[in-house]
């Protein structure tokens, strides 16, 4: 580590415990960050596109994971490196602001880094880079609007919606069946949508997995499911028109929050105090009762006898729902989560139409159905599959699809996929180009460059020539002047990326490019790293 | 050639050393330009280098290649030195051998269990680490599979799907393993053939959408046929037998397994039949009861045998019942007053009984402890009273005696009351049992099981456990299809037609599915000590004639008709085979990279 002395030749010691701390600066600080948030993107490259391969990952308890989604991969790779944890975050941040496309803001990130090395080689200052950079980044935001469409669905017509989930899907294990869960998850969308709000809560739609089966028997339910059965094996197990008393109390005896003492001195006391706890549970059934509910589900459990008296009253209950589960309960059957007994009133209970329990297999395993709910704005996605790694694949492969689903109800732009549009964004940065004076046109023509990155990520997984197939595609773009052109990476025969239905949505493809600019613009501004070193 | 590669330090003339040298790696420091020249000599010639500090060493031997301008380094060689991402103890396994890593994991799994399939395979002993070392036999696929410690992710999901068949259809657990390793090792074979795993997967997806057609198309459903279909039953459980251990007494206990589910009457509840196990005895010993036994005895001087009981089924406190209002305590100041609050406690209990005689019954059965004072109340009445008898019996007493589970006891007017002809102490072995016959809905059963020591019944269990399974799906989807490696040849015929048909890669992944289906009888054959070669040969030959029910039968050890010698499969079961045996295989083929990431550090507690 560099160290400056003063007049008598001793040392000034700037940083706490400085010799322990390792120091890297200027050009080999900003080509090691560099090196390292390429090693990130590289791990991701090869699973992009619908012929990407899947990673496996042993998390530090052994548990297995399988998956081809980027920000999963990245969040359960444990990184330790900075700079790749930077790279991680980006691929987070993509996947809470649009939810698709996690791996290839990654591809794009790591192609602007490597750009950017070669530039910096060539002895171009960083900050000009990354000004070069926004510049392209905001000719390339641009650009994508004006190739963009406009797509038109309507509650009756979603076909266009399904295509585009349907792209989404085709990555995944899942695109077995792409046809099929596009079309559940596009249903789960537009019933809970609020299309006059353009807003999608997807909150209201609860994604459940359950081993066994097959993929095909994946189910969208206009309900919730909840996990767990009637409290008293003798209970009615399909109630009709069910009127619900959704309860965050306990079937139990009051227990006063205030510290107090009740002594039992005499018999007489003993007596009354026994009677008043009869009372309790028959008043807590009764109240239940007259209000009308005809089923109750109760956060909490309830002791044997109040199960009783509640069975007996012909009144079954469901014990130990939680939380999140009750509140999605309440919305779907339009009733009020009650607190207290006191406060329960014929108007506060839900309805639904049917409430069935369902076994499934050779094991006890049971599910409780709520169907036809008042409010039919909470749907459950139930999945089936072979095994647990399946199912939780499956559910990340419907979460991006109800993501899209969600982004194009927004925002209803379409771009193109396999490629179409950052080819295209290319073509349009690269011209452009030529119109700033100065050392950022260097950058700008790098950031053209890595924009082929993904196309050409594409296309090497397809097993096709990368630099051949891009090149053909970029030509036949610029000649007929179309942005459809993409990477036929399913061997279809055609290039035409809107013969073959690939369409992504156009915040996304934004975000994309915009999130990967920034995040590299951060790493080409530093120049020091200073670590506590571990040796 | 493999060389361990030393620690290496070197000079800071290297171009860019991208970590400064750890304190260790400079403790053992070597002569750097003799190391860093046998290190030029190994790429040079080839020899592979494992063991190193990869981003200094190859960086420097990388920058002496470039400079000597002869010699471009070898593909495996890591062009640029990369910043470690990764925590310390994380490792990543990348394309081949991270492929290689997950063939290898998986097929070491389908070794394992192979030897057990069929009706001649043979059985595994397993000993638990913890205290005791206690000892399974079984020949179980998914019971192995459980109890092994696996670190390698691939055998994990062959594992995952093992238990997964065990909860869905009970049965197959190890044909499921066996089958996706078998996909696994005709896949290693096209990999390393050049064909991309991508291509192999669509082949296996269409093989196997395929061989379900075909499976579908040789189908016998005969649900509308009561006295065929029952027989049909009883194939499939002696199928399912006659690869466990009870394979000697199989058309005994297939008797009983299907006997068992018939009283089900549909229902896929498996609780409801009771499976007891008491050494002693012979396997052949092992009975049906028509009624209910529970594993209990009668409370002392109650009567011991009693004709057209009514029965209470209860869960409630039978002790001192408590005060649940919380905080209440008693508190007195004398000793009198203690005598008083007991006294007014007896009273309590003694009410509570009152309330229970009120129902008019003759016998109370509770889930929870009845002390000595109610125990003598209700002896004093005459009436039998049964204590402690676990969830599972007091459910199932419930649904055989159609009495409801009652808590409270304050309207006997509403409370349904079970029925039962005679209650009566039996005695199975040394032990004393209480027996419930003549009830009325004969839902749940109980499977009394004989054998001569603890090991082979819990194996027998096990064994009955997969047929009833089997069996209650079957009610269900009631589709058969015939046993002895038929349907794989089945679906191997159609696979291999299909592949005939299909241009392109992909006709040899089909192709290399309908080796994969033939394995299946091979392995079968094996295990028998049969010529496996000759005898699937034959089998397929025979299968070149339309609509031939030939299979393997192991016992003559020839190929023979299946339907003549009776042996089934549930379409279920193999369905499930076929479906989940493929997506695992397909998911692990789909692998790239292994990332395994450091195991959490546990923290020494002392």
């Known amino acids: 580590m560099a160290l400056a002395f003063d007049e008598y030749g001793r040392p000034f010691i700037i940083l706490k415990e400085q010799e322990q701390k390792t120091r890297l600066s200027g050009l080999e600080a900003q080509k090691a960050n560099i090196s390292a948030g390429r090693a990130v993107s590289r791990i991701l490259r090869t699973s992009l596109g619908p012929k990407g391969m899947d990673k496996m990952l042993q998390s530090p308890d052994g548990d297995v994971t399988i998956t081809n989604d980027g920000a999963t991969i990245l969040e359960q790779m444990d990184v330790d490196n900075q700079i790749a944890k930077l790279m991680v975050e980006l691929s987070r941040s993509q996947d809470y602001e649009i939810g698709d496309g996690t791996t290839g803001v990654v591809v794009m990130a790591g192609a602007l880094l490597e750009q950017a090395e070669r530039l910096l080689e060539r002895g171009i200052h960083p900050i000009r880079i990354a000004e070069g950079y926004e510049m392209a980044s905001r000719i390339a935001v641009e650009h994508l609007e004006c190739i963009a469409q406009k797509f038109d669905f309507g509650p009756t017509n979603i076909e266009p919606l399904v295509q585009t989930c349907m792209t989404t899907l085709s990555s995944k294990i899942v695109n077995r069946c792409k046809r099929a869960l596009a079309e559940i998850s596009v249903k789960a969308v537009l019933s809970v949508a609020d299309l006059e709000r353009k807003d999608v809560n997807l909150d209201l739609i609860k994604v459940e997995g359950k081993v066994g089966g097959k993929l095909e028997d994946t189910e969208l339910i206009y309900g919730i499911t909840v996990d767990k059965d009637m409290s008293h094996p003798q209970m009615p197990k399909q109630i009709e028109d069910a009127k619900i008393a959704i309860l965050t109390c306990p079937f139990e005896p009051p227990k006063p929050k205030t510290k107090h003492k009740v002594d039992i001195d005499t018999v007489e006391k003993f007596q009354t105090l026994r009677q008043q706890e009869q009372k309790y549970f028959d008043d807590m059934v009764q109240k239940c009762k007259e209000v009308g509910a005809t089923l109750v589900i109760c956060q909490w459990g309830f002791d044997d006898e109040a199960n009783h008296l509640l069975m007996h009253q012909n009144l079954p209950a469901v014990r130990w729902v939680g939380g999140v589960e009750l509140e999605l309960i309440a919305i779907a059957t339009g009733g009020r989560i009650v607190p207290r007994f006191q406060e329960l009133i014929p108007e506060k209970l839900g309805r639904a139409g049917l409430v069935r329990e369902r076994s499934f297999g050779t094991t006890k395993d049971k599910m409780l159905y709520i169907e036809h709910c008042a409010n039919s704005r909470a749907v459950t996605i139930f999945i089936r599959g072979g095994n647990k790694m399946m199912i939780e694949e499956t559910k990340r492969s419907i979460h991006d699809a109800l993501c899209v689903a969600r982004n194009l109800i927004r925002n209803n732009f379409i771009v193109y996929g396999g490629g179409a549009a950052e080819i295209s964004c290319s073509i349009a940065v690269e011209a452009a180009a030529d119109k700033y004076p100065g050392v950022e046109q260097y950058a700008i023509r790098a950031f053209a460059d890595s924009l082929d990155a993904v196309p050409m990520a594409l296309a090497e997984n397809s097993g096709l020539q990368p630099i051949e197939t891009l090149s053909a595609v970029k030509s036949q773009q610029i000649k007929e002047n179309n942005p459809h052109f993409g990477i036929d990476c399913n061997d279809v025969g055609t290039n035409d990326m809107c013969e073959q239905n690939v369409f992504e949505t156009l915040i996304g493809k934004q975000q994309q490019i915009l999130l990967a600019t920034q995040v590299v613009k951060m790493i080409l501004k530093i120049d020091d790293v200073i670590s506590p070193s571990d040796y | ?606």
């Open chain 2, 1 to 606: 050639m493999v060389i361990e590669g030393p620690i290496l330090e070197f000079h800071q003339k290297s171009p860019k050393p991208l970590r400064v040298y750890s304190a260790q790696q400079s403790k053992a420091k070597p002569q750097g330009q003799k190391t860093l020249a046998l290190l030029l000599f190994c790429v040079l010639s080839g020899i592979r280098i494992s063991n190193f500090p990869k981003h200094r060493a190859y960086d420097q031997v990388f920058f002496l290649c470039t400079k000597t301008q002869s010699y471009s380094p070898p593909s495996y060689f890591p062009w640029r030195c990369v910043e470690k991402i990764l925590k310390d103890d994380a490792s990543e396994e990348k394309g081949e051998r991270a492929r290689m890593a997950s063939f290898v994991g998986a097929i070491a799994i389908t070794d394992l269990v192979k030897t057990t399939l069929g009706p001649k395979g043979m059985d595994k002993i397993l000993q638990s680490t913890g205290r005791g070392h206690e000892v399974t036999v079984t020949n179980d696929g998914a019971t192995i599979l459980k109890s092994l410690h696996i670190d390698n992710p691939a055998a994990k999901v062959l594992i995952d799907i093992s238990k997964v068949q065990d909860d869905e259809v009970g049965d197959g657990t190890t044909s499921v393993v066996v089958l996706a390793g078998e996909l696994l090792r005709e896949a290693e074979k096209l990999v390393a053939a050049k064909i991309h795993p991508m291509t192999i997967i669509s082949g296996y997806r269409m093989a196997a959408e395929c061989a379900r057609n075909a499976l579908l198309q040789r189908v016998v459903d005969n649900k509308e046929n009561a006295e065929k279909f029952k027989s049909d039953l009883m194939k499939i459980a002696m199928t399912t037998l006659s690869s466990k251990i009870l394979s000697q007494d199989k058309e005994h206990f297939a008797q009983l397994a299907v006997d068992a589910v018939m009283r089900l009457k549909g229902s896929t509840n498996l609780e409801a039949i009771q499976i007891i196990k008491k050494p002693g005895g012979s396997l052949k010993d092992s009975f049906l009861d028509e009624g209910f036994i529970l594993d209990k005895k009668i409370g002392l001087g109650q009567p011991k045998r009693i004709e057209n009981a009514k029965i209470l089924v209860a869960n409630t406190a039978m002790d001192t019942d408590k005060v649940k209002i919380y905080g209440a305590r008693v508190r007195v100041d004398s000793m009198s007053k203690v005598a008083e609050i007991e006294g007014a406690e007896k009273e309590k209990m003694r009410e509570k009984v009152k309330k229970i005689l009120g129902h008019g019954i003759n016998c109370f059965v509770n889930r929870q402890l009845i002390y000595n004072f109610p125990e003598e109340l209700f002896a004093d009445a005459g009436i039998l009273a049964i204590e402690h008898a676990d969830f599972d019996g007091i459910e199932r007493l419930a649904l055989v005696t159609g009495g409801e589970i009652a808590s409270t006891f304050d309207n006997p007017e509403s409370v349904k009351l079970g029925h039962c002809k005679l209650i009566e102490e039996i005695m199975i072995g040394e032990d004393k049992l209480i027996h419930f016959s003549g009830v009325e809905m004969g839902q749940a059963c109980t499977i009394v099981l004989r054998g001569a020591s603890h090991h082979v019944l819990d194996e027998a269990e096990r064994s009955l456990h997969d047929a009833l399974c089997v069996l209650s799906q079957t009610v269900n989807d009631t589709r058969v299809l015939l046993g002895g490696g038929w349907p794989e040849m089945v679906m191997a015929k159609e696979v291999d037609k299909l592949a005939r048909k299909t241009p392109g890669k992909k006709s040899h992944a089909i192709e290399a599915f309908s080796r994969a289906l033939l394995a299946i009888p091979t392995i079968i054959a094996d295990n028998a000590g049969l010529d496996s070669a000759d005898l699937v040969a034959k089998l397929r030959a025979e299968h070149h004639k339309e609509g031939c029910n030939a299979g393997i039968d192991v016992i003559s050890g020839s190929v023979g008709d299946m339907a003549e010698l009776g042996i089934s499969e549930a379409f279920k079961v193999k369905q499930a085979v076929l479906l989940s045996a493929t997506e695992a295989a397909e998911m692990i083929l789909r692998v790239d990279e292994i990332i395994t990431c450091a195991p959490r550090k546990r923290e020494d507690r002392m």
